[in-house]
């Protein structure tokens, strides 16, 4: 795949329970759909809930991955996040007012850099509640809102992305209607989709020991954020992220498999 042109068709995800495994399989269906083609945004706004903001937040993972690739490279990141929200929740517009999100930036040792005035950010990751896109009162909300919300974007300048969040360790059952719900919103809105909620799937069939959760089962731990920051970042670039000395404290095995787990759900998930 190469680092600008992403061509995606609609997957269902085939997740079923057979003596305790979790098999993951894909089968492309109906149409396919193209974003046109554009480089990796460098300035990312991740407006979710908490999925995004623990271990210090993913967008510094993603960061800490991006410059490590590429020591030229100047990311910025910021996350705007509400407890338990939905992309119903956030006032987009607002984070574009001029003057606000993203003026400046701390660097260095806690040095504030004031940002070229005008656009702030190229790009915006999204992300739903994490039942949001399923459940029966809710997930007419995601889609009006997935466009809505892509639609001020693009207004604005920015590209939007859709995060296909993971289903609860207790209930693995929710991964195949929400990789279908994020990838319906982002094929009939032209959106870029991050296959996170695949990449754990595919991570627990192949390595069950693996904690990709935090104790309430939801929340990712130390080693789910870094592994849906390395899907983010083979989505967005294009490239894999296997052999990427950033580890955030993970050891080099668990990385490893983790970046190698991302990069093979990248490119099934994406076809030429």
Same mark, same amino acid.
């Given at each position: ?5 992403f ?48 271990n ?29 929200s ?5 006032d ?28 702030q ?11 949001c ?14 466009k ?37 919103? &982002?094929?009939? *809105? ?6 996170a $909620?695949?990449?754990? #799937?595919? /991570?627990?069939?192949?390595?069950? =020991? ?13 080693a ?20 990427? &000395?950033?580890? *955030? ?6 990385? $490893?498999?983790?970046? #190698?787990? /991302?990069?093979?759900?990248?490119? =099934?998930?994406?076809?030429?």
């Open positions: 795949m190469s680092q600008s042109h061509v995606f068709r609609r997957i269902i995800a085939l997740v079923m329970l057979l003596g305790g495994v979790v098999v993951f399989n894909t089968a492309l269906a109906q149409t396919q759909a193209k974003r046109a083609e554009a480089p990796a945004p460098q300035s990312i706004l991740w407006v979710g809930n908490s999925f995004f903001y623990y210090n937040s993913m967008h510094n993972v993603f960061i800490n991955i991006v410059r490590n690739a590429d020591a030229q490279a100047r990311p910025r990141g910021t996350s705007v996040t509400i407890s338990g939905g992309m119903d929740w956030h987009m517009e607002s984070y574009f007012r001029p003057n606000g999100i993203g003026r400046y930036s701390f660097v260095g040792d806690n040095e504030i850099v004031f940002n070229k005035p005008g656009r950010f190229d790009g915006v990751i999204m992300m739903d509640c994490s039942q896109p399923v459940h029966p009162q809710l997930k007419g909300s995601f889609h009006e809102f997935a809505k919300q892509g639609d001020i974007v693009r207004k604005n300048g920015a590209m939007p992305i859709l995060f296909m969040s993971w289903a609860y360790k207790d209930k693995p059952d929710m991964t195949t209607p929400l990789a279908e719900a994020y990838t319906t919103a &982002g094929n009939n *809105n032209d959106m870029l989709v991050i296959p $909620g695949l990449a754990f #799937a595919q /991570a627990i069939r192949q390595r069950p =020991a693996l904690e990709l959760y935090q104790p309430d089962k939801r929340h990712p731990s130390p789910g954020t870094y592994l849906a920051a390395a899907t983010a970042y083979a989505t967005l670039y294009g490239k894999s992220p296997v052999g990427n &000395g950033f580890t *955030n404290g993970l050891d080099a095995g668990t990385v $490893g498999f983790l970046q #190698a787990v /991302a990069w093979e759900t990248v490119q =099934a998930y994406f076809v030429r």
